[in-house]
């Protein structure tokens, strides 16, 4: 419902529906601003900060057993990928920035996956295809999960994989509760994915999607992390998994080869940064959006965002402005690097968000933008801290909630459908080619201040992740929230029709607020020219670490969007 339809009700009942859309609040609290959930979390030797309460305890119980914040991210996220399925596994990619300490340095992983070899562009062309199927066995690219976990571990990691994945595997043999959100998607997916093969026997419950608070096993993931905890990386990409997951997809009509398998290999990759007011941002290059947020942070800092206000109409109004110029970028621009000459350096400039800036009107919505002319040749996210001052920031999807719908016999987990995300226009950055990597949503990223570590945080959801990015960057420098606060706050989410495979925003698109936004704000915004919707989803979730150098203890942060929560000892 837009909000252009409740101006134009005169009924008493709609003004009603306004208020308690933007300004209802939880209950009143002593400290801080009123939409913050809760404190944050206060610990001095380690901190972990998931989507999933059982998986934080984990990572903290990895920290109290003597591995490091590298092993608690990786059993984190084993912990997730079975109880929090709708959202990632290891069917699916992962990004990561890691802070080591003793190195003083960032380093940054990219273990997404490639399309198959053996699939060609003219194979969609000869069959008519004008894009990529959302679901189905022609999405899948090569899952990279279970190889970055190796080579953070073997580059990072400080106890055995097996007493990293056997927390996992006893939660996958024995039970655990399904929470209130992850139910919910579990029952929306059931009826969406339960036609394709090995689905209910994987997720259901007597037929039917767990219900909240309900014991759920998953066996066959246990003896899969069992496999992989012996075996090592080949027990993933070799031997009788690999042939089960080439078998599944070719079966229903894809290309994913034991040999596709066999030759995945994760990159360590330099992130790139930008400094927001004394602050160092830092993000993936692509094939991830991660620069969409340093562009979007670049063209706002020419501006006073601390005096327009949050909330404010001016400044709602000048975010998603510099939203749509980077997006534009973003449209044509970001893919494989391996591919493709990408102008990184010149987008994330000054000099470049000093132009662009001159774009935005300040009392008016751009209707179209246009990406640069340069010439040149749903997920989850989780933080973790430790007591020698490492941090790892890890973001891990499959795509669409739960994936492709291609569940290999007997494995435990869904194939991510991210290959979906390339092009079929000939020419452009993102068109598919094998072996290469599809364009990515997911993006980790990490704070620096002086060249020390601050704040490893993430935001999970589509192209939600660099507007939320921004977001939070914003709140925490130009609005002096605190790291709970920056999360919890109402958000903006900007939309386009456009597809990520253009080269131009059609149209100027819409804007979606959570509630406790002022109303009156919202009436300015359309002036401007804005199309506003009031939205109940897709904003996100939000974890956070901050380490306080003074005080030498961290603070951890997460919101109620999800049902995690941040742990520390």
Not at 325 to 352: G, V
Request: proline fraction near 4%; glycine fraction near 10%; charged fraction near 20%.
């Amino acid at each position: 419902m837009t909000f252009q339809r409740f101006t134009n009700t005169n009924s008493i009942f709609g003004y009603i529906i306004l208020f308690f859309c933007f300004n209802v609040i939880a209950q009143d609290r002593i400290t801080g601003n009123l939409f913050a959930t809760r404190s944050e979390t206060i610990a001095k030797n380690g901190m972990v900060a998931t989507s999933h309460p059982l998986a934080s305890q984990i990572g903290v119980e990895i920290l109290k057993s003597g591995g490091n914040a590298i092993d608690a991210a990786i059993a984190a996220n084993a912990a997730i990928g079975l109880m929090e399925p709708t959202g990632n596994g290891i069917g699916g990619d992962l990004f990561a920035l890691v802070w080591i300490e003793k190195d003083k340095k960032l380093y940054g992983l990219n273990a997404s996956g490639r399309s198959p070899r053996n699939l060609t562009l003219n194979y969609f062309k000869e069959n008519e295809y004008e894009k990529i199927p959302s679901y189905g066995a022609l999405s899948i690219s090569v899952p990279g999960c279970v190889d970055g976990w190796f080579e953070l571990h073997e580059k990072f990691g400080k106890i055995k994989i097996e007493e990293i994945l056997a927390p996992a595997i006893d939660y996958a043999n024995n039970g655990f509760p399904v929470t209130e959100l992850v139910s919910y998607y579990m029952n929306l997916s059931s009826r969406f994915y339960s036609s394709y093969p090995n689905y209910k026997e994987t997720y259901l419950i007597n037929g039917k999607s767990p219900k909240k608070g309900q014991i759920f096993k998953n066996p066959y993931l246990a003896k899969t992390l069992s496999i992989i905890s012996k075996k090592g990386r080949k027990g993933f990409y070799e031997g009788e998994i690999a042939e089960k997951i080439s078998e599944a997809v070719v079966s229903q009509g894809g290309f994913i080869s034991i040999e596709d398998l066999k030759n995945h290999k994760s990159e360590w990759i330099e992130p790139v940064s930008t400094n927001y007011r004394g602050y160092d941002i830092w993000e993936l290059p692509p094939n991830g959006q991660g620069i969409a947020a340093l562009q979007i942070l670049n063209i706002l800092e020419g501006y006073d965002i601390k005096a327009m206000g949050f909330g404010s109409a001016e400044y709602i109004h000048h975010f998603v402005e510099a939203k749509k110029i980077a997006f534009a970028d973003r449209a044509k621009y970001y893919s494989d690097m391996k591919f493709n000459d990408i102008p990184i350096k010149y987008l994330i400039s000054k000099e470049y968000s000093d132009d662009r800036r001159q774009e935005i009107n300040p009392k008016r919505s751009a209707r179209k933008v246009s990406a640069a002319n340069i010439e040149n040749g749903d997920t989850i996210y989780l933080t973790t801290a430790d007591s020698d001052g490492n941090m790892v920031s890890l973001i891990q999807s499959n795509y669409r909630g739960m994936g492709s719908g291609i569940v290999p016999q007997e494995l435990g987990f869904m194939l991510q459908n991210r290959g979906e995300l390339f092009s079929l226009e000939e020419n452009h950055f993102n068109v598919y080619e094998p072996l290469k990597r599809p364009f990515h949503t997911i993006i980790p990223a990490f704070i620096t201040k002086n060249s020390k570590p601050l704040i490893s945080f993430g935001l999970m959801g589509g192209a939600m992740q660099p507007q939320g990015h921004a977001q939070i960057v914003i709140n925490l420098v130009d609005f002096g929230m605190n790291l709970q606060e920056a999360g919890d706050a109402p958000r903006i989410r900007h939309s386009s029709e456009q597809q990520p495979t253009g080269g131009t925003m059609l149209d100027g698109g819409e804007i979606s607020l959570e509630s406790g936004f002022n109303y009156n704000e919202i009436r300015k915004l359309m002036k401007y020219g804005h199309k506003v919707n009031y939205s109940l989803g897709s904003f996100g979730g939000y974890q956070a670490i901050k380490y306080d150098d003074e005080l030498g203890v961290y603070f951890g942060a997460s919101e109620s969007r999800k049902d995690g929560n941040a742990i520390g000892y």
